[in-house]
């Protein structure tokens, strides 16, 4: 029986201005699947290190992902499926759309590749929807296929790569405590004031057009999000102030990561990445919330087959 180990890696979804359209994939923090083919037809989550999650296949977000491209492509098929979180759930850095990414890419390899990477993103949609209710693809885009992505369209599935500025670094600081996808969904206004949506828009056309351009400047402008995080940011500690310190310590911009309670910048060079880790730190240290930080090149390539 053939087997596969793939890297799924973690990644920033909404960037400020582009809820639920926007995402991007980092290098350095994800998880690792092993996947097996078995004579068993279905999916098979034998063991889930690191974390706490259900191993009941159709609970599991890799295994609904794996089912609904099994379902599509030949239910007699079956696999194994290890897993091993290196992303914390309930973190707003993409643990569940990587383990369901990760899971399609190995599957997909081990049947000899029948679908493109852009295809996936339909059956790695499935798993967000038992993670968190809704299927959104602003996470499990990037993660399919590198870089940043532009969800245009859900249904019909249209989604565009973007630019990756080779500057652009990545700080991400994640407070200790598990926000829920579905809770900070259920937080949002139904309504928005035309106003809002003006602005918003606005924001995220010179955003993409900052990333195509590659300029700093304008990305920084761009970075405001006039919708969401009014909102949410009452569900992070000490929100407003790390945006304040990241900024100053020269982050382009700075915001809710996904869902929360990750709040991540974008810089330009590693450096003022690095500075602006350690401002974000500094916060959390005053005020006694503990945290994990990373720091990441943008990820042009996704889900890695090891
Ligand atoms: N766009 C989604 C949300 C991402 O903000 O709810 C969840 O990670």
Redesign the pocket.
């Known amino acids: 029986m053939s087997n596969v180990s793939v890297f799924a890696p973690a990644s920033v ?2 960037i400020s201005c582009g ?2 359209v926007l995402g991007v994939c980092l290098k350095s923090v994800g998880d690792i699947l092993h996947i097996e083919e078995a004579s068993k037809p279905g999916i098979e989550i034998t063991e889930i290190i690191g974390q706490d999650l259900p191993l009941e296949a159709t609970k599991n977000v890799a295994g609904v992902a794996g089912l609904a491209l099994l379902a599509d492509y030949n239910p007699e098929r079956g696999f194994n499926i290890k897993i091993e979180k290196g992303i914390k759930p309930g973190s ?1 850095i ?1 643990s569940s ?1 990587a383990s369901a990414a990760g899971a399609v890419v190995g599957i997909n390899h081990l049947l000899g590749n029948p679908y493109t990477r852009n295809q996936l993103i339909a059956f790695a949609m499935e798993g967000e929807r038992v993670a ?1 209710g ?1 299927a ?1 693809a ?2 499990v885009s990037p993660v399919l296929l590198g870089g940043f992505t532009l969800v245009r369209s859900v249904n019909p599935l249209d989604v565009i790569t973007l630019n990756s500025p080779l500057e652009l670094m990545i700080t991400i600081i994640h407070p200790e405590i598990e926000v829920k ?1 579905a809770d ?2 259920a937080v949002l206004l139904d309504k928005l004031h035309l106003k809002q949506a003006v602005a918003q828009t606005a924001n995220l056309g010179a955003l993409v057009t900052g990333l195509f351009k590659e300029d700093y400047e304008l990305i920084r402008r761009s970075l405001v999000d006039h919708i ?1 995080e009014p909102v ?1 940011s009452m569900l992070i500690p000490g929100f407003s102030e790390l945006k304040k310190r990241a900024n100053q310590a020269g982050a382009l911009g700075t915001g ?1 990561s ?2 929360g309670p990750s709040v991540f910048a974008l810089s330009k060079g590693m450096e003022t990445a690095q500075n602006v880790g350690l401002a974000m730190q500094k916060v959390y240290d005053e005020i006694g919330v503990p945290y994990d930080t990373y720091i990441s090149p943008i990820n042009e390539k996704g889900v890695k087959i090891l």
């Open positions: 979804a909404n809820f639920d707003g993409g759309s968190c809704t959104h602003d996470n996808t900070a969904r969401v949410r809710i996904g869902s």
